[in-house]
């Protein structure tokens, strides 16, 4: 076949001028661009000759006659590939992708798997800034070629700065409000990067925000697979967790993510949802406790028998006689309570856990408590019981008023308009804000306030 090609092509040298001497290339004009092989049914034929004598002149920069010598060689075999693609890489080495794309298309037509015309056409498609189509042919290319490095590389590039550009429009429409279309452009990202674990975190705090929770939780999972070490998506798996009413996993995630780095933020969700734990396995009764419209002596001992659990400890009496007390849901408690001196049984040996608390009570309890704490505050103890508070309400000569007034004195108590209200019924929020107010007189670590709440 070739050889009807060879006598047109010696007839069209015939007919021209003396054909200047190819020049010797010493560094190339377009290094990017790398001359097509030679097809074994080429190998030293004329038409060869020709279209290397053309690539010669292409690569020291002489484009017209490089041109002539691409013509004749194409026009001699369209079977002979390399010079019409090297007439698309001349086009794009002056500037005209658009030009340069009919000369690879026209070599795909006739054979798909051409690698360089695959690859100079991915060439042109970057210079029309049609970066997915240039990655698809560069990547036809290697599906072909798999040893093409530099194609590779590309590849890598174009598709890194796609990436870029998707999470970057879709962080800005998320910051937009837009989130429907930001999650769409995530999705877009990933199907791109799918084993990118910050992106599956990103998408899932969307979800997140839309109340979407379970495709949150989902994507948060993937995000972790992907990345052992990501401790922001066990945070936040564990908040999902926890407004789920999930503690243990909660706790677990939480207490994950803190093994893998130190965070005071998470260390507080983990405290909180601990104590939430230990609350629930409380009884109901104690439970209700804070919002009860008054409290008894039954639930006014729950509460310092838990809360108060290290203050308990001193001075401790083992033989206390109740006898009203084994069947109450706080008999643990009140047992305790009596037992460190606290709230006394009365005289019939009956604590009456069923009796309502009064202001004057939560006092006499408050007083006691404090001289367990007086170690602590030595100068503001004495200041305490030396206050000598007035009430309008409280005469001095009151058996309630030393406790109102050191209660008062210590800030664990409250007045209303220097009224002590000695016999009004406490509420459970009152007694709570008080004993809290106790917890912190008294320097209780984390630990323990969270093991008994």
């Known amino acids: 076949m070739w050889k009807w090609a060879l006598a047109l092509v010696l007839w069209v040298s015939a007919c021209a001028p003396r054909p200047v001497p190819a020049p010797v290339v010493t560094i190339p004009k377009f290094p990017e661009f790398t001359q097509p092989p030679i097809p074994p049914a080429y190998v030293n034929s004329p038409i060869a000759a020709i279209f290397i004598r053309g690539w010669a002149f292409f690569q020291t920069g002489d484009l017209k006659t490089a041109e002539r010598e691409f013509l004749i060689a194409a026009t001699a075999a369209q079977s002979f590939y390399p010079p019409e693609t090297s007439l698309g890489y001349l086009e794009l080495a002056r500037k005209d992708p658009k030009a340069a794309l009919p000369h690879f298309e026209r070599v795909l037509e006739r054979d798909q798997k051409y690698v360089p015309a695959l690859v100079g056409r991915g060439q042109g498609l970057i210079a029309l800034n049609r970066e997915a189509d240039a990655v698809a042919s560069f990547e036809a290319a290697l599906a072909i070629d798999p040893g093409l490095t530099e194609v590779r590389r590309r590849v890598e590039v174009l598709k890194f700065r796609g990436l870029e550009q998707r999470i970057a429009r879709a962080r800005e429409l998320a910051r937009q409000g837009r989130t429907d279309d930001a999650l769409q452009a995530y999705s877009g990202a990933i199907a791109s990067a799918p084993d990118s674990a910050f992106l599956y975190r990103e998408i899932a705090a969307i979800e997140k925000q839309k109340g979407n929770l379970e495709a949150a939780l989902a994507d948060f999972r993937k995000a972790l697979a992907l990345d052992a070490g990501d401790a922001r998506s066990l945070e936040q798996i564990g908040e999902i967790l926890e407004s789920r009413e999930d503690l243990a996993a909660a706790e677990k995630a939480y207490a994950d993510a803190l093994a893998l780095e130190a965070n005071p933020a998470i260390e507080k969700k983990l405290e909180a949802v601990r104590d939430r734990i230990a609350l629930a396995l409380l009884p109901a009764e104690y439970r209700a406790i804070d919002d009860a419209p008054q409290i008894t002596r039954g639930d006014l001992a729950a509460l310092i028998g838990i809360r108060l659990a290290p203050l308990l400890t001193e001075r401790r009496r083992e033989a206390v006689l109740i006898t009203d007390a084994r069947s109450h849901w706080a008999a643990t408690w009140i047992m305790n309570v009596a037992r460190a001196g606290i709230m006394e049984p009365f005289a019939n040996h009956t604590f009456q856990p069923q009796a309502l608390v009064h202001r004057s009570d939560l006092a006499q309890a408050v007083a006691r408590l404090l001289t367990h704490v007086a170690a602590q505050h030595a100068a503001q103890a004495k200041a305490w019981e030396s206050a000598r508070l007035k009430f309008s309400d409280l005469s001095p000569g009151h058996l309630a008023y030393p406790a109102a007034s050191i209660a008062v004195a ?38 323990a306030k969270s093991q008994h709440r």
């Open 410 to 447: 210590a800030g664990v108590m409250k007045t209303t308009e220097n009224s002590f209200q000695p016999a009004r019924p406490v509420t459970g929020a009152e007694a709570t804000e008080a004993i809290g107010r106790l917890e912190a007189l008294a320097g209780l670590p984390a630990a």
